[in-house]
């Protein structure tokens, strides 16, 4: 985290102090310690049922009746986005963006939002009637409206494919870049941890087992070999072998 002029580290946005989440006989987090700054981007990686979602859906307050423990504090101001959209079919786009808003200027709020995300065109279509992508911008544009200070993503362009998951990983930076909330990513992809994150952190057996700063350095070459390094960094912490590495990467 950033030290201010004074050399003193600003409030967090989020402070994890040793939280456990366990379900039947099974720890899946075991006392995880975490600070998140304001504006910070971290991305969480973590073998498939390693417990991502489970320490989102614990930020997110989202797991009421899950047994554990420990302390955090999040801001009130938190938006989700999931891997599916989750609109309500019922209610076209700029009705989804704005449900639950109040106030006299919710509409105006919601076209600026789905302004944003380039989709003003659709805000009076119905949910059925978007592709996959253009869902996924309606979910980031209902998530902006309200002004998060914590963005928690998971998965969010893990059902896209591989070009409006290009593009919607740049939308996604332009928004940070904007509204600069805090942001914790869960994703199965290193390479989109590495270009959008700063900061990287990998979940196994219930720990944080890396917690990697991303500094790739602006000259290309020197970029590009700090990024193969830093890649090979992850996979191996994520248990991919040499062999496999030889093999694909
Ligand atoms: N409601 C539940 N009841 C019982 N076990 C659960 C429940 N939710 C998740 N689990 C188990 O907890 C473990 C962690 O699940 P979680 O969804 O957090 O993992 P993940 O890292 O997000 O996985 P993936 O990358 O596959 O989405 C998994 O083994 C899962 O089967």
Not at 12 to 41: H, Q, S
Not at 68 to 78: I, K, L, Q, T, Y
Not at 183 to 200: G, N, Y
Request: glycine content about 8%.
């Amino acid at each position: 985290m950033a030290q201010d002029s004074r050399g003193l580290k600003p409030e967090p946005a989020v402070r994890v102090r040793g939280l456990t989440r366990r379900y039947g006989e099974r720890t899946i987090l075991d006392g995880v310690d975490l600070d998140i700054g304001r504006g910070e981007f971290v991305a969480l990686l973590g073998r498939s049922g390693s417990g991502k979602s489970t320490f989102l859906r614990a930020l997110a307050g989202l797991d009421h009746g899950v047994p554990g423990s420990g302390r955090f504090e999040a801001p009130d101001a938190v938006s989700v986005v999931f891997q599916d959209a989750r609109l309500l079919p019922w209610k076209k786009v700029a009705d989804n963006v704005s449900l639950g808003l109040k106030g006299d200027i919710v509409r105006e709020r919601a076209l600026r939002a789905l302004g944003e995300v380039e989709l003003t065109a659709r805000a009076e279509a119905w949910p059925m009637q978007l592709s996959g992508g253009e869902q996924q911008r309606a979910a980031l544009a209902r998530s902006l409206v309200r002004e998060p200070e914590l963005l928690l993503l998971d998965e969010p362009f893990g059902a896209l494919d591989a070009l409006t998951r290009l593009r919607m990983q740049a939308l996604l930076l332009d928004l940070c870049a904007r509204h600069q909330p805090a942001v914790l990513l869960v994703t199965h992809d290193v390479d989109e941890a590495i270009h959008l994150a700063q900061r990287v952190l990998v979940l196994e057996q219930g720990r944080f087992i890396v917690d990697l700063t991303i500094d790739l350095p602006s000259a290309p070459a020197e970029r590009e070999l700090r990024f193969a390094e830093v890649r090979m960094q992850l996979l191996t912490s994520l248990g991919v072998t040499e062999k496999e590495l030889r093999r694909v990467a």
